[in-house]
């Protein structure tokens, strides 16, 4: 048996935290980057996320500290996985952390996933920059 599986990337913009913190939580923005849903800042909130060929994922908002840290449930009841990003502030910019966790690698579902979003976020991180 496998330990969950995790992707942990960091990626540094130039645009300040409130600007990368709009690009996550605000729905408009966040469909320009990666998927439209009814994404907000609200602990509890529950939303889909349209994935195209993978379908809508249910999503559950877990916590948040403004401009700081936006975590929630991904794909609930299928991969039930957690997205946590961290934004840190360096001058001007923003540190941005991305945490994909729980992956379970023993599933052929969780390790298609895993293999599949691994090399995936960081185009993504990319696309996130210039929506920026």
Not at 93 to 113: C, I, Q, V
Request: glycine content about 10%.
């Amino acid at each position: 048996m496998n330990a969950p599986a995790v992707i942990h990337l960091e990626h540094r913009y130039t645009a300040p935290p409130s600007a990368v913190w709009r690009a996550l939580t605000d729905p408009e923005l966040h469909a320009r980057w990666w998927a439209p849903g009814d994404v907000k800042a609200v602990v509890g909130h529950r939303f889909e996320l349209d994935m195209g060929p993978w379908g809508k994922q249910a999503c559950e908002v877990l916590a948040v500290e403004a401009e700081r840290l936006f975590s929630y449930r991904f794909a609930i009841g299928q991969l039930d996985t957690i997205i946590t990003w961290r934004l840190t502030p360096e001058g001007a910019g923003t540190l941005l952390t991305l945490t994909h966790e729980g992956f379970n690698l023993d599933s052929p579902m969780g390790k298609t996933a895993f293999e599949g979003m691994k090399p995936g976020w960081p185009k993504l991180l990319e696309r996130l920059g210039r929506t920026l």
